[in-house]
T-cell receptor, first 112, second 114 residues
């Protein structure tokens, strides 16, 4: 089972770069690593996804080392509106079908 | 496109009552799933489906039934509600079961069981 482990919470100040690391020791060869963001009273929404090395989009970067046993979500210059829970997700290819297992997530609080 | 829709938004049940939470998507997605989220906790997978007529259990399936008669709809049935099922329920869909595909989530149904 491709479980993930993340820090439970993090605090940061506006304008700082935030890095959230996720461990996924049992990631399968075909699995992609996906990060979701969830605001209170809303469903999660997709932020970024990668398979290896580095991926960057307009909101975040994702760093994945060669062994793919961990990944780091990087949020540049966070603002108060980035306060949310961030989930690292890998597909569970057990038995040939996939169960997307969310961990407990990382609760990021951005302070003024 | 409406995306993923869920009804109702809020529901209060008494212990032992049954009800169905509705989920529909208009993106022709094959993969659909149900999660529950307890206060201050992460999402836990209840059931999922990789296509019409195919369903399977997730992490916490007990007390819930699902069926998938069409690609668009994936209802979740609570057979005999218990206070432990008080939670927010999210439905999600993606184009296939591959982890490459982004999951789209509905707005959630907040269920209280008294």
């Amino acid at each position: 089972l491709a479980k993930t482990t993340q820090p439970i919470s993090m605090d940061s100040y506006e304008g700082q770069e935030v890095n959230i690391t996720c461990s996924h020791n049992n990631i399968a060869t075909n699995d992609y690593i996906t990060w979701y963001q969830q605001f209170p009273s809303q469903g999660p929404r997709f932020i970024i996804q990668g398979y290896k090395t580095k991926v960057t989009n307009e909101v975040a970067s994702l760093f994945i080392p060669a062994d793919r046993k961990s990944s780091t979500l990087s949020l540049p210059r966070v603002s108060l509106s980035d306060t949310a829970v961030y989930y690292c997700l890998v597909g569970d290819g057990l038995g040939g079908t996939y169960k997307y297992i969310f961990g407990t997530g990382t609760r990021l609080k951005v302070l003024a | 496109n409406a995306g993923v829709t869920q009804t109702p938004k809020f529901q209060v049940l008494k212990t032992g009552q049954s009800m169905t939470l509705q989920c529909a998507q208009d993106m022709n997605h094959e993969y659909m799933s149900w999660y529950r989220q307890d206060p201050g906790m992460g999402l836990r997978l209840i059931h999922y489906s990789v296509g019409a007529g195919i369903t399977d259990q997730g992490e916490v399936p007990n007390g819930y039934n699902v069926s998938r008669s069409t690609t668009e709809d994936f209802p979740l049935r609570l057979l005999s509600a218990a206070p432990s099922q008080t939670s927010v329920y999210f439905c999600a869909s993606s184009s296939s079961e591959s982890s490459y595909n982004e999951q789209f989530f509905g707005p959630g149904t907040r269920l209280t069981v008294l």
